[in-house]
């Protein structure tokens, strides 16, 4: 071969390389590369009777469905509004039992304890064995992660909330704002809200919460 033909040899080798590593990086999944707009919406600490149930008939008029964290203890009196979210194929996940953090966080033991109480009663009131998790409060628990993982739960965070826990006295437009806001830039949104009885601002917010990403293209999805 004459040499000043190994330059361009030497091009066109590199230039097949480039492209077949282009081709590899796009064969990995959509899901891996988070390609499309897609919102959980969560909702924790319930169920109550009256925002819970707003809360359902807003995403039964909207056609959307959604994820709730349930407090096992607050389960009493309210067996009509827990049934009704599993009927209306919403995922039911566990909270806690008790919300009661000295308890709860006492141990890796204790956290497992207290969850598959809070799932056993989700079981006898629904028939549903829920098997995602969300830890009270949040942050990072590793040895309980640990733990809850290998008895089969799924542990869900967020990277978004709509301000009902951490804006004291939060009106609807600040909310909505919030929500907004915390979410801007992302392709894949977990938003943090709660059904408990205080929140029935949240409620009225939600209808503006779900137009605005159903109008940014997002599409909602259950864990």
Partial sequence: MQRRFIPALMLFVALLMLLAGLGAKNSVPAMSVAAEKEIYLTFDD????????????????????????????RVAGREKTLRRIAREGHTLGVHSQTHVYSQIYSSAEALLKDAETC????????????????????????????LLRQHGYRIVGWNAVCGDEEIRGADVETLYASAVKTAKGKNCVVMLMHDSATHKQTAQALPLIIEHFRAEGYTFLAF
Wanted: hydrophobic residues 35%; glycine residues 10%.
């Fill in 119 to 146: 799932a056993e009663t989700v079981r006898t009131v629904t028939g549903v064995f829920p098997r995602v998790y969300r830890f009270p409060g949040g942050g990072d628990h590793p040895a309980s992660a640990k």
């Fill in 46 to 73: 319930g169920p109550s009777t009256s925002v819970t149930e707003k809360i359902l008939d807003v995403l039964q008029d909207q056609n959307v469905k959604a994820t709730f964290f349930i407090v096992g203890d």
